[in-house]
């Protein structure tokens, strides 16, 4: 084991962005999996091009922008003091997070080929959900984060945290929009 992690450590040094990529990837991809054979109750057959959809959300967005997010905010808040960690874990939460969940239901609604309505309904009815669900998991564990893991292995940590998480994602990411609201926005209309 220690073999693997001098390894995954020596490419983290070369290549960090590809690795924070590769190891999203796997992230997204397992939970996604979890998630079809543990959590879905309507009995439907594995779905391959959902994992791949949310396995590729992990390689090109969640890895690359959690890289250049959680270094900025390193950058701008160095340290580990209890205020420092709690700006952290603020920022995160009441910035990145909705952000992050607006990419991740509009990176779905397009490789779905879904129109730009379905990803607003998707909003809608999702986004909030996916945001005060997130401060359960990741207001604990960023405090973690910031406080004690070290800023090149932020994201791997994530990650490890991010598989269970996943699981609440991938349900929420393919459970189909609430009729009520797609109602009402026709009334609006």
Not at 18 to 45: C, H, R
Not at 58 to 86: E, N, Q, R
Not at 144 to 166: D, E, H, M, T
């Amino acid at each position: 084991m220690s073999g693997i992690w001098s390894r995954y450590n020596k490419l983290l040094d070369a290549q960090p962005l590809l690795t924070k990529a590769l190891t999203s990837l796997t992230g997204f991809t397992l939970g996604d999996i979890l998630a079809q054979k543990f959590v879905n109750e309507d009995g439907a057959p594995y779905d391959i091009m959902r994992t791949i959809r949310l396995g590729s959300f992990g390689l090109l967005l969640h890895g690359t922008t959690g890289h250049y997010f959680y270094g900025f905010l390193d950058s701008k808040l160095p340290g580990t003091k209890p205020v420092t960690v709690a700006t952290k874990v603020a920022v995160d939460q009441f910035f990145w997070n909705p952000i992050f969940g607006c990419l991740f239901f509009g990176y779905l609604n397009a490789a779905e080929g879904k129109s730009f309505e379905d990803y607003k309904l998707k909003l809608k009815s999702d986004l909030q959900t996916a945001v005060m669900g997130s401060w359960a998991v990741w207001v604990p564990a960023h405090t973690i984060n910031f406080a004690f893991v070290p800023p090149a292995q932020r994201l791997l940590y994530i990650n490890s945290i991010q598989i269970g998480y996943n699981v609440f994602l991938s349900f929420l990411a393919n459970k189909k929009v609430d009729v009520e609201v797609e109602v009402e926005e026709k009334k609006v209309e």
